[in-house]
């Protein structure tokens, strides 16, 4: 089954040019650990020296020691109960952690078994709160844009303390909203491209207050004030307080460009999504919340009859006629939808009807019919 639902769980930088080739550089610190570092300052478009002084190291952030707490690393998966990982695991318990590495190196196999044993993904930046310590090493924890009636405060699970910090990003004016499968941030740019060693690696969605811009890169800061540079194409600058402008067309342009991308049980993140995780990703780049699981979308937004579907509508699927919903996909036109399937398959394009037991289907999109 491919939807989580049906399985019970127990349980900063700044700007120089050189003399001879006229080339902007932009110096944004040392290669590393999301955590903050010193960086080179040599002017900026705000009218700073330009003299080359070192700048000083900025706070970094702290350990989780509160109730409210940050995703510290690029993607964070939570776990139904903290002793299942397995040593296969380990990179996605790491700070940093390297989801794309986790992956590649599980078998199908070894896909399969997660199936029941992770709850949920965070994104880096994501705000959470602490509700217990299991054991050392390890936090419980939930996740309030994740709305579930599993608990009240948000999608629950198990973390390693090591992901997590106390340290609140920084508040932004604009944010610069990651829109490929993933992306790398540097540690220095040129108008030619990435001059300094990769610092991160992104999931689409995350979002990253920005400190300024180009047509060919962003400026943005990390989580304890490390600033680092981002490609301008691989992200949309959005200004707090605007409308995010999200139609039908948008959403399924953005699923879109996941075609192909590997089935992974609880999933959230550019770098594997699951049925729910897909849709509820999708809609939250476009500032639109929806429950994480399939069940919980079922029944929320508004009703569409099956011959008014529009392209952006969510479409559900039962295991039997009077059986639990196990699956959404997002509807495409033509009678055919962008799902992901089950483990072992990619994020396709295939018919609404290829299930069988059609569970109905639901509108998010404000003002929209």
């Known amino acids: 089954m491919s939807d989580r639902s049906a399985v019970t769980a127990t349980g900063g930088g700044s700007w120089a040019r050189t003399a001879a080739s006229g080339i902007a550089v932009l110096a ?82 070894q896909k399969r078994w997660l199936v ?23 936090v419980k924890i939930a ?22 910090t106390s340290t609140a990003p920084v508040p932004a004016t604009r944010s610069a909203v990651v829109r490929t499968k ?42 304890g004030g490390r600033e680092v540079a981002v490609r301008r194409g691989n992200v949309v600058l959005h200004k707090a307080g605007t409308s995010w402008n999200a139609t039908g067309a948008k959403l399924v342009a953005e699923a879109k460009k996941f075609l192909g991308l590997q089935y992974l049980w609880a999933g959230t993140s550019g770098f594997g999504f699951d049925c729910s995780g897909f849709t509820h990703t999708l809609y939250a780049a476009f500032g639109i919340r929806l429950p994480r699981d399939a069940d919980r979308q079922a029944v929320h937004g508004r009703s569409v009859a099956s011959n008014s579907l529009r392209p952006g509508d969510l479409v559900f699927f039962r295991s039997s006629a009077t059986g639990p919903i196990i699956h959404v996909g997002m509807y495409v036109g033509s009678g055919k939808m962008i799902d992901a399937p089950h483990t072992g398959a990619p994020v396709r394009i295939e018919s609404v009807w290829r299930f069988g037991h059609y569970a109905g289907a639901r509108r998010y999109l404000p003002g929209s019919g």
Do not use: F
């Not at 220095?188 to 001059?195: D, K, L, N, R, V």
């Open 116 to 138: 029941g044993k992770l709850q949920t993904q965070a994104l880096y930046g994501t705000k959470v709160i602490v509700t217990g310590h299991p054991r050392p090493g390890w």
């Open 28 to 109: 944004l610190g040392v290669a590393g650990a999301w955590a903050a570092g010193p960086y080179i300052h040599g002017g900026s478009p705000a009218g700073a020296s330009g003299r080359g002084e070192v700048a000083a190291v900025s706070t970094a952030a702290k350990p989780c020691a509160t109730r409210t707490c940050y995703v510290a690393v690029n993607v964070a998966t939570l776990w139904v109960r903290s002793v299942y990982p397995r040593p296969v695991d380990k990179p996605a318990l790491a700070n940093p952690a390297n989801p794309r590495g986790w992956i590649k190196s599980m078998t199908l196999a």
């Open 143 to 164: 996740i309030p844009g994740q709305p579930t009636p599993k608990d009240s405060r948000g999608y629950p699970g198990y973390v390693p303390a090591r992901q997590l």
């Open 182 to 223: 993933t992306a790398s941030l540097w540690s220095a740019w040129t108008s030619a491209g990435p001059a300094g060693s990769r610092v991160m690696e992104v999931s689409y969605g995350t979002r990253l207050p920005v400190v300024a811009s180009t047509p060919a890169y962003a400026v943005v800061k990390l989580i």
